[in-house]
Nanobody
Framework: QVQLVESGGGSVQAGGSLRLSCAAS????????MGWFRQAPGQEREGVAL?????????NYADSVKGRFTISQDKAANTLYLQMNSLKPEDTAMYYC??????????????????????WGQGTQVTVSS
């Protein structure tokens, strides 16, 4: 049984940092496409950062987070991370870890629809105050 469990969310002031973790069980963290999405109230779920096959290709980031967020994974711990620096109030959202073994590298991009991912975590809330 595949489980993705996020942690690390919280409340910070603008300019602060948080590190999200996604512990994967029943699913190798380096297997094909894994990444982070976020959803703010009243908005659609959007891709934030995606990693293909443990990082054999350059990670894919949303333009709004480039230079501030870094996605990485620890194969030994079977865990995916999202380091978020220079946080802004507009980063406030529920952050979700997602994975799918069927997505190849050319489908593991920010443009990929959230509905194409078969496995999801329960989400972790990030709130950034100004």
């Amino acid at each position: 049984q595949v489980q993705l469990v996020e942690s690390g969310g919280g409340s910070v002031q603008a300019g602060g940092s948080l590190r999200l973790s996604c512990a994967a069980s029943g699913y190798p963290a380096s297997s094909n496409c894994m990444g982070w999405f976020r959803q703010a109230p009243g908005q659609e779920r959007e891709g934030v950062a995606l990693l293909y096959n443990g990082g054999v290709y350059t990670p894919n980031y949303a333009d709004s987070v480039k230079g501030r967020f870094t996605i990485s994974q620890d194969k030994a711990a079977n865990t995916l991370y999202l380091q978020m620096n220079s946080l802004k109030p507009e980063d406030t959202a529920m952050y979700y870890c997602a994975a799918d073994p069927g997505l190849e590298w050319n489908d593991c991009t920010i443009a990929t629809k959230s509905t194409d991912f078969g496995y999801w975590g329960q989400g972790t809330q990030v709130t950034v105050s100004s």
